[in-house]
């Protein structure tokens, strides 16, 4: 079976909030073909398998700052703040939405879920294989393995600008 969701387009709706790798309701509906509310209905139906580390809703300023660094459109008048599924409960979600897409889609996301932690554990070895053979090395190579860690560390994002009064 093909993928129904590139990779790319379900891991750049991964976010880091709380901590933890985190989706949010309105991006999961949408992959999985139903609307939020259906999604979250579910979810409310069925809430014993939704614990806190699993799912848990954002606070104003938790969406106000998702809103700002990843310029995430406003959601033009939501009544209330999204809940967003940790990759657990995202497997979770495989038990209350049983359709046939939902289920191949909730596979795709574990995968990509799996896929990033085996390049972040790829990177971590990668960056302590340059540091011992620096440490072999004389000052002479010293420039190439800061550059070769610039490129492996992530770039810290700016705060944005505010537009407006």
Request: proline letters at 4%; glycine letters at 4%; aromatic letters at 10%.
């Amino acid at each position: 079976m093909s993928d129904l969701v590139p990779v790319e387009v379900i891991a750049n709706k991964i976010f880091l909030i709380r901590g933890q790798k985190v989706m949010l309701d309105r991006d999961l509906a949408k992959l999985y073909g139903v609307s939020t509310g259906r999604l979250n209905e579910q979810v409310k139906r069925n809430g014993k398998r939704f614990p806190v580390e699993f799912m848990f809703q954002l606070s104003k300023e938790e969406f106000n700052n998702l809103i700002s660094q990843f310029a995430i459109s406003r959601w033009g008048g939501i009544r209330k703040l999204p809940f967003v599924f940790t990759e657990h409960g995202i497997a979770m979600l495989s038990s209350v939405l049983n359709s046939d897409r939902a289920i191949a889609v909730n596979i795709q996301i574990i995968k990509t879920f799996i896929r990033m932690r085996q390049m972040m554990l790829s990177y971590k070895d990668l960056k302590e294989k340059i540091e011992k053979i620096e440490s072999k090395y004389d000052k002479q190579f010293r420039i190439v393995f800061q550059a070769l860690k610039q490129l492996l560390e992530p770039k810290p994002v700016p705060p944005k600008r505010k537009i407006g009064f």
